[in-house]
């Protein structure tokens, strides 16, 4: 079956502590995309990739980073300079008629 | 500026009745259009599209909806709710030409017995 996988589905992060969440799509798609989304709140984009070896700012990109190194593969480091990283974070990849597929999300909590 | 504008935060109906969630957008050009459904906990998953042609789309789980260019609107409809239909609801826009999608903040539907 297609679809995008993320894993962790739950991930606990101590303080000054870096954590990498993992997202890995078999649609062949080129675009793909990190949201975060906090309680009550909408879409918030962090970083966009849409092709191999290349990469975009979203809104909130500080504190985070990127590589897409493969088509498959684009994962997300959330790094101890993000204050606030307790959130649930979605990857999605896209077709190109801009329709995205989301995975099923990784919920990180700050210790 | 493009952007993506649901005016009800949340919406309760009772199971049975009809249902229309608001979605209102500015882009310059024909846009891309969608409605995404997420219940508690998961991921997006995608409704339903307009991309062109025929302006009353229709969705999986028996919704639709329908664009007006003149309102600059691509609304949501059901026809009579079910419990399962209780989640949030994303409007989103997306275009041509490298274009990224902007997603609205969202409404939450409430489904009451």
């Known amino acids: 079956d297609g679809g995008i996988t993320q894993s962790p589905k739950y991930l606990f992060r101590k303080e000054g502590q870096n954590v990498t969440l993992s997202c890995e799509q078999n649609?062949?798609?080129?675009?793909m995309y990190w949201y975060r989304q906090d309680p009550g709140q909408g879409l918030r984009l962090i970083y966009y990739s849409q092709i191999v070896n290349d990469f975009q700012k979203g809104d909130i990109a500080e504190g985070y980073s990127v590589s897409r190194e493969k088509k498959e593969s684009f994962p997300l480091t959330v790094t101890s300079a993000q204050k606030n990283p307790t959130a649930f974070y979605l990857c999605?990849?896209?077709?190109?008629?801009?329709?995205?597929?989301f995975g099923p999300g990784t919920r990180l909590t700050v210790l | 500026a493009q952007s993506v504008t649901q005016p009800d935060i949340h919406i309760t109906v009772s199971e049975g009745a009809s249902l229309e969630l608001r979605c209102n957008y500015s882009y310059g050009a024909t846009p891309y259009l969608f409605w995404y459904v997420q219940s508690p906990g998961q991921g997006l998953q995608l409704l339903l599209k307009?991309?062109?042609?025929?302006?009353l789309v229709q969705g999986i789980k028996g919704f639709e909806a329908e664009f007006k260019r003149s309102q600059s609107s691509f609304n949501l409809r059901k026809p009579s709710v079910h419990w399962s239909d209780a989640a949030e609801y994303f409007c989103a826009v997306a275009g041509t030409g490298g274009f990224k999608t902007i997603f609205g903040a969202g409404t939450r539907l409430f489904v009451k017995a």
């Open positions: 649609l062949n798609h080129d675009a």
């Open positions: 999605a990849s896209e077709t190109s008629y801009n329709e995205q597929f």
């Open positions: 307009y991309f062109s042609g025929d302006t």
